[in-house]
């Protein structure tokens, strides 16, 4: 059997990375954007630089319907990234279903335009990857609520619970059936989607955990996995790691073991600073602190494992969805909300996750992302798109 051709995307610019921010109306979607912008922008000093010829050449992403880009090159490790941001309308229940397709349709279109260039006798230079890898779905915690109050009112009576808006039947947990879980399954197969609740100062810090274990457990109810494909591609490198290399885990296990079990590795330390404002605490458990394996957000378990985690960490606030707070629109010189009883700071880990998604999808996952969608979700749209040219030549 012949193998398919395989299509290298150059190398000779920048890396490029694209996310995809989705919501209801009124989750917060357009404030969230606009901080991610200021916050993963370069440092000041490296923006007053003049742009060389190469970048002025570098393509800048153009409207797509009803999808807007916002495309920034910034640094991270080290590397110069080309970023795009893409905004896209409201999510509306009523006409979900339309939104998704076009949704669906607008990532795929992604995918075309690698087909394309792929099919070309003579391509292109300079190709950039233009793939979605990554989707904020945005969760406003005041319709959590209701969800979660419209369940528990329908459960607790049986019948019409007279909230005429929310059919208790479609909920699960604190995520609509035909809204949030639609969202996931439709984009799950093309792209990762990462769960985040918004507004966390609006909200204590037991009502935001509550929501946290909330979602999780509604999209594990919904066996739905949000890091699944990550999860197994990692799978995938470290079974071939150790393959290549059968005597590594036993060096590493050997090294941990010389370790004396009183040593803390440099720079950790269990005191924190009681003193900030809680507006919202994350009180994330420290193998959220950091990756949970060298390559993935977290590592498989055996059910055994999971049972005995379960019993011991019931209290534990789950690792995704993560929380974010946005700064005030009315004092744009201020990162963060000021209120007369205090300061909430979107840098704060004790106020939100934001500084945590930062580093995990931006700068932790990105390589892990981009190899994802180039060699899972495209290969395997890019397959489906020849067999239905195929038949179409057949005919």
């Not at 990375?17 to 490296?46: D, Q, R, Y």
């Not at 979605?132 to 915690?141: K, Q, T």
């Not at 036993?250 to 009183?262: C, I, L, M, N, W």
């Not at 300061?343 to 945590?356: G, K, L, T, W």
């Amino acid at each position: 059997m012949t193998s398919s051709p395989v299509f290298h995307f150059d190398s000779s610019h920048s890396p490029a990375s694209s996310v995809l921010i989705v919501g209801t109306t009124n989750c917060g979607k357009t404030s969230f954007l606009e901080f991610l912008k200021t916050a993963l922008a370069p440092p000041s000093k490296k923006r007053a630089k003049a742009a060389s010829p190469e970048q002025d050449e570098m393509p800048k992403p153009s409207p797509s319907g009803t999808f807007i880009p916002h495309y920034l090159e910034t640094e991270i490790d080290g590397e110069r990234v080309g970023l795009t941001l893409w905004d896209s309308e409201g999510l509306e229940k009523n006409v979900v279903d339309l939104q998704l397709r076009e949704m669906a349709s607008f990532i795929e279109s992604k995918f075309e335009e690698t087909f394309t260039e792929e099919m070309k006798v003579i391509r292109s230079p300079g190709v950039q990857d233009t793939h979605i890898h990554a989707v904020f779905l945005l969760l406003d915690p005041a319709r959590l609520d209701r969800n979660i109050a419209a369940a528990k009112a329908a459960a607790a009576n049986g019948h019409n619970t007279g909230l005429k808006y929310y059919n208790h039947s479609r909920i699960v947990g604190g995520l609509d059936e035909d809204l949030d879980l639609q969202v996931v399954r439709t984009l799950q197969g093309k792209t990762v989607v990462i769960p985040v609740i918004t507004k966390a100062d609006t909200v204590t810090t037991k009502h935001m955990n509550m929501l946290k274990k909330t979602v999780a457990e509604s999209l594990k109810k919904a066996k739905l996995d949000p890091l699944e494909a990550l999860a197994a591609a990692d799978e995938d490198s470290e079974g071939d790691d150790s393959a290549s290399n059968p005597d590594k885990i036993v060096e590493e296990d050997e090294e941990q073991d010389t370790r004396s079990p009183t040593c803390a590795p440099e720079g950790d330390s269990s005191s924190g600073n009681d003193t900030d404002l809680p507006i919202q605490g994350t009180n994330t458990p420290p193998t959220s602190k950091k990756r949970h394996s060298s390559r993935s957000p977290r590592r498989q378990q055996s059910p055994e494992d999971e049972e005995h985690e379960a019993e011991s960490n019931e209290d534990e606030i789950p690792f995704l969805p993560m929380s974010v707070l946005s700064p005030d629109m009315y004092e744009p010189e201020v990162i963060g909300r000021q209120f007369p009883w205090g300061f909430a700071d979107p840098y704060n880990e004790q106020h939100c996750d934001f500084v945590r998604l930062k580093e995990t999808v931006f700068n932790e996952w990105r390589a892990e992302l981009r190899e994802l969608s180039r060699e899972h979700w495209y290969e395997s749209w890019r397959t489906s798109r020849l067999k239905v040219h195929g038949g179409k030549m057949a005919q």
